[in-house]
Every structure is written in structure tokens, then in C-alpha cells.
């Protein structure tokens, strides 16, 4: 390689390190003259490279944003760590699995061989469950707009669509938009959820990006507010695990214990929150929370095997009224609405 281009390459790795690099300190750097890395710079910018310079006793360059993508430079461990990302893009549900794929492709094209072998032997699968990958995907132009107002602390409006609608109903049922702050855009079991406040609800919501149409233009900046518990991660989980209320402090509406004649290992693949332990080489406990106790009773008999109530009697109870209403069903009794 021609030693200017080898220069050049160096200088533009050195430039994508830091932010400001004084004249004086980047020719020492390159083993140059201060008028070399002046002439340099200007090959640099005939390429495409928006290199600013700043004036005055420390003044020196800095590698700006462009109103055009010129040829990146990565080091082996950022490329290795950019196309793993690209692997597994397709399972963010953000509707990019095309462009990420192309992607690859463009980023493997230009590595060298040796790069080129780690990407062949790291293939990434990324498994989710079924219902996972079910789920509707956000559209990338709403993920920016919500993205954007998160960023900029601005009110944002929106039309939500709720489960069911169809969009055929009358302009009377059409919900008014929802006015709310938005705090974070977060990802989970591949859906994607924007966590706000809501100003007409007085508190903290999480809507699906799938559902939401945004309005233009957003609204005021506002000053953002304090998650409960102070941590997005733990906010979210708690949320999907039955935490509920602005305080956070609350946890599933109904709890209940019941002893499972199955064994641990195989009730803990289905259970996505909850307490599995071992009794036996076919029997464990299990204590889980639902929004209701006839929602937990049905949720334990999913488990489809023999089980008993250790507790409370409002689970027992909840099991007792579903089994009525069982064996109604199987002997085609109509329940007496009267």
C-alpha cells in the first residue's frame, strides 16, 4: 500500500478515536509534519470525509457528521461485533430483517479474509418462542418518531388502536388520541413498547409501537419525571410480571400455592414468572400470581396433570367454579341465567 494511503487510513482511524485532535498532537501521532497533516486532511475531504478544522493557539480537527455516508473504518473487533448485531436484527420486530440482510452482505464484501472467516463460523440463531414470532412488527418510520420524541422530552399525541378493533367502527367509538411524555422505547419478547406517562390518566403506561399512529406535530418539551423504582430494565419487567400501579409497589393481584404431580424441570419450560420447586422425580410446588383467581385456576390447569390447592381458599374456591362450569360444558347444560 502506498505509504500516503496507509497515512490516510491511519489518520481517519485516529479521528473516528476521539473527538478533537490538536494539529501539534496528531502529526506527532503520524510521525508527520503540521503541513502534511494539513494536506492530508484535504485528501480526506476530497473523499468524502466532512474533516472540521478550528482555529487559534489549539487549534486542530475534528471528523464531523456529513450530509453523505463516505467508506468507514472499523477494527477487527468493531466489524466481528457489527455483523453478529446484523445476524440477529431480524428478531427486534422493527420491520429492517431486508436492509439488515443487505447490510451483511455490503459489510462482509469489503473485510478481509481473515474477518471474513470469523463471520462464516459465527452464524447466530437467535430462538424465540412461537408467540414471539408471531407478533405483528412496528413499522421503522413510527419506531424513529417515537425514538425522536423520547430523545427530545417533547409531548407526544397518538391514535392507539386496541386489541380487537377492526377499524370499521363509527366515528362515535374512534377513542380520542392519547396525550402522554415519553420516557423510553423498549423491546420485549419481541414486541416493541413505548413507556410514557399519560397526561389524561395521571400515570404510567406501556402502549405497543405496533398500535400506535403518531400525530404531528409533537408537543411542549416537558421535564422528564422519575420511573418508578428509578431503573426502565426493572419498570418494564415488573409491569409484564403482574407489578402494577405508579408506586410499583404491588405485586400480582392473586398469589396461590399448588402441588403439581409433574416434575420441576418440565413446568419451568412454560412458566414465564414464578417459584418451581422440586418435590420428587414427578411432583414440585409451584407458586405463581395471576390478574384473577379464576385466571390462575385455568392457568394451573394448563399444566394438565393432577394438582392440590396448598393455598388460599380463594384459589380453591376459583377451582371449584370452574370445575361446575366444566362439567357443564362437557354435559351440554346451559348455565341458568335467570
Not at 473504518?73 to 440482510?101: M, N, P, R, S, Y
Request: glycine share 8%; hydrophobic share 40%; net charge neutral.
Amino acid at each position: 500500500m502506498p505509504k500516503t494511503s496507509a497515512r490516510l487510513l491511519s489518520m481517519l482511524s485516529l479521528l473516528q478515536a476521539r473527538r478533537d485532535w490538536p494539529g501539534a498532537l496528531l502529526a506527532e501521532r503520524l510521525d508527520v509534519s503540521p503541513r502534511t497533516v494539513r494536506r492530508d486532511v484535504d485528501r480526506l475531504r476530497e473523499l468524502g470525509y466532512p474533516v472540521v478544522a478550528s482555529k487559534g493557539p489549539e487549534g486542530g480537527y475534528r471528523l464531523d457528521a456529513g450530509t453523505e455516508l463516505p467508506p468507514l473504518l472499523f477494527d477487527d473487533e468493531q466489524a466481528v461485533a457489527l455483523a453478529v448485531a446484523l445476524q440477529i436484527a431480524a428478531t427486534t420486530g422493527a420491520g429492517i430483517e431486508e436492509a439488515a440482510a443487505r447490510a451483511l452482505h455490503t459489510v462482509r464484501q469489503v473485510m478481509p479474509a481473515r474477518l471474513r472467516h470469523r463471520i462464516d463460523t459465527l452464524q447466530v440463531t437467535a430462538v424465540e418462542p412461537p408467540a414471539a414470532r408471531a407478533n405483528p412488527q412496528a413499522d421503522s418510520g413510527v419506531l424513529m418518531a417515537l425514538s425522536a420524541a423520547v430523545h427530545a422530552r417533547e409531548e407526544l399525541r397518538f391514535d392507539y388502536t386496541r386489541a380487537g378493533d377492526t377499524g370499521d367502527a363509527g366515528d362515535a367509538d374512534v377513542p380520542p388520541p392519547r396525550r402522554t411524555q415519553p420516557h423510553h422505547l423498549v423491546t420485549w419478547g419481541g414486541r416493541w413498547y413505548l413507556v410514557a406517562w399519560d397526561l389524561d390518566r395521571e400515570d404510567w403506561r406501556t402502549f405497543r409501537a405496533d398500535r400506535i399512529s403518531p400525530r404531528t406535530p409533537t408537543g411542549p418539551r416537558f421535564t422528564r419525571r422519575e420511573l418508578p423504582g428509578g431503573d426502565v430494565t426493572a419498570f418494564v419487567t415488573s409491569r409484564f410480571q403482574g407489578i402494577y400501579g405508579s408506586d410499583g409497589s404491588a405485586g400480582w393481584p392473586c398469589r396461590g400455592e399448588v402441588i403439581l404431580d409433574l416434575p420441576a424441570a418440565e413446568v419451568s419450560r412454560y412458566l414465564r414468572d414464578g417459584l418451581v420447586e422440586e418435590l420428587g422425580p414427578d411432583r414440585c410446588r409451584l407458586v405463581t400470581g395471576s390478574w384473577s383467581w379464576a385466571g390462575l385456576a385455568a392457568g394451573v390447569g394448563r399444566f394438565d396433570a393432577d394438582f392440590e390447592v396448598v393455598g388460599p381458599p380463594e384459589l380453591r374456591e376459583a377451582c371449584a367454579r370452574l370445575a361446575r362450569r366444566y362439567a357443564d360444558a362437557a354435559a351440554g347444560r346451559c348455565p341458568d341465567r335467570t
